[in-house]
C-alpha cells in the first residue's frame, strides 16, 4: 500500500492521513466561552430534528441518485482506483460545498438521506467511496490500510478485539480523520443509537465550572497505541487534545485510549488530566448536551473530528437483522 497520499490510487495511507488531521495551528488558549456554529447543545438539534427544521439534513432527490447511478457505471471496478476526475456528480456539486462548510465551519453534522441500499454491496461501496472524493479525500483507518470499515458485530471470541466490531456501547472519542462519515445499511433490532456532542460546548463547560483545568487540555495526553505502534515502540503516543488558532477550536478526545494508558507499567494520568476526563464524560451523558441519532437505512451521518465528539449505544441483533454500516474516513484540505 501506498505510505503516503497518491492521486493514482486516490486515497491517503494511515500515517498520512493522521498526520494531516493533527497538523493544527495553535496561537493561545482561550480565555473566554467560544460562540460559533459548532458550540451547538444537544437539545437544541434535538428540537430542530423532530421539527424536521434541520438546515443540517438533506434529502436525495431522485436526480441525484440518478447521478449516482451514472457516476458508479463509469467509475473504475477498484474502488482505489476512484477519484473525483472519474467519479462525475456535476448535479451535486452546490449541495457537497454546503455540506463541506457544514463540516468545516459550522455545525459540524450533516446526514444526507436516501442513499440506496437495495443495489449490491460492491455497487454500495462504490457509491459512498465516490462520494466521499467529492467531500474531501478518503484515507486509510488502521495501518493495514482498510478503507472502508464495516461496522457489525463479528461475534468474535477475543476481549481485546476493537469495540466497533462487537455490539457493546462505545464512549465519547474522535478519529484521526477530519471527517468521519457512516453509512446505515442496515439497523438493529434495538439500540444502536449514534450519540454526539460537541466538543466546543464540552470546553465552554470545563472554562466556566473549572477554569484551572483548561491550561492542561493544551499540553499532552498520553494516547494508548493498542497494540498499533511500531515493533519495540513506546506503548503510547503523546496528543495535545486541543488547539485554537484564535478563531476555532480542534480538539482530539478518545475518553478509553487516553485512560487506558495506565495498563502499562509506570504510566499514570496526571490528576488534572484524569479530572478532565470524568469531566467530558459526565456531561457528555448530559441529555442537554448530547443528541442520539437513530439512523435509517440509507442515512450518511458525517461528522468534524475536530468539533463533534461521537459515541454509540449498545445494541442487539436477531438473527434475520443485523446491525451493518459503512465507516468513511475524509482529509477535507
Not at 442496515?186 to 466538543?199: D, L, M, W
Request: proline share 5%; net charge negative; with cysteine.
Amino acid at each position: 500500500m501506498v505510505g503516503s497520499a497518491s492521486p493514482a490510487m486516490g486515497f491517503r495511507s494511515f500515517a498520512a492521513q493522521s498526520s494531516h488531521y493533527f497538523a493544527r495551528e495553535h496561537v493561545r488558549v482561550p480565555s473566554k466561552p467560544l460562540l460559533s456554529a459548532a458550540a451547538w447543545r444537544g437539545s437544541e438539534l434535538r428540537q430542530e430534528w423532530r421539527a424536521g427544521t434541520a438546515s443540517w439534513c438533506y434529502e436525495l432527490s431522485d436526480d441525484d441518485r440518478g447521478e449516482l447511478y451514472a457516476a458508479v457505471a463509469q467509475a473504475p471496478a477498484e474502488l482505489a482506483l476512484i477519484n473525483r476526475d472519474n467519479f462525475v456528480l456535476p448535479g451535486l456539486a452546490g449541495a457537497i460545498s454546503q455540506w463541506r462548510d457544514q463540516l468545516s465551519t459550522g455545525f459540524g453534522v450533516q446526514i444526507v438521506k436516501g442513499l440506496p441500499t437495495e443495489e449490491p454491496m460492491e455497487w454500495l461501496r462504490r457509491a459512498y467511496w465516490g462520494l466521499g472524493h467529492h467531500l474531501g479525500e478518503p484515507g486509510a483507518q488502521n495501518p493495514q490500510q482498510e478503507l472502508l470499515g464495516e461496522v457489525r458485530d463479528y461475534r468474535e471470541d477475543d476481549p481485546s478485539v476493537r469495540l466497533y466490531r462487537t455490539p457493546h456501547n462505545i464512549n465519547l472519542h474522535c478519529d484521526a480523520a477530519d471527517v468521519v462519515g457512516l453509512f446505515c445499511l442496515q439497523t438493529a433490532v434495538r439500540g444502536g443509537h449514534s450519540r454526539i456532542v460537541s466538543t466546543v460546548t464540552l470546553f465552554n463547560e470545563l472554562l466556566e465550572e473549572h477554569a484551572e483545568l483548561v491550561p492542561s487540555l493544551f499540553e499532552p495526553f498520553k494516547l494508548d497505541r493498542r497494540g498499533e505502534g511500531s515493533k519495540g515502540g513506546l506503548p503510547y503516543s503523546e496528543i495535545v487534545p486541543c488547539c485554537f488558532d484564535g478563531d476555532s477550536l480542534r480538539t482530539f478526545y478518545h475518553s478509553d485510549y487516553m485512560r487506558s494508558i495506565s495498563r502499562h507499567a509506570g504510566v499514570v494520568l496526571t490528576a488534572q488530566q484524569q479530572h478532565i476526563l470524568d469531566f467530558y464524560d459526565s456531561r457528555g451523558a448530559d441529555s442537554d448536551l448530547y443528541f442520539d441519532m437513530w439512523l435509517e437505512p440509507g442515512d450518511i451521518q458525517l461528522l468534524s473530528n475536530h468539533s463533534v465528539a461521537h459515541a454509540r449505544t449498545a445494541y442487539v441483533d436477531s438473527a434475520q437483522q443485523r446491525r451493518h454500516l459503512l465507516r468513511l474516513w475524509l482529509s477535507l484540505n
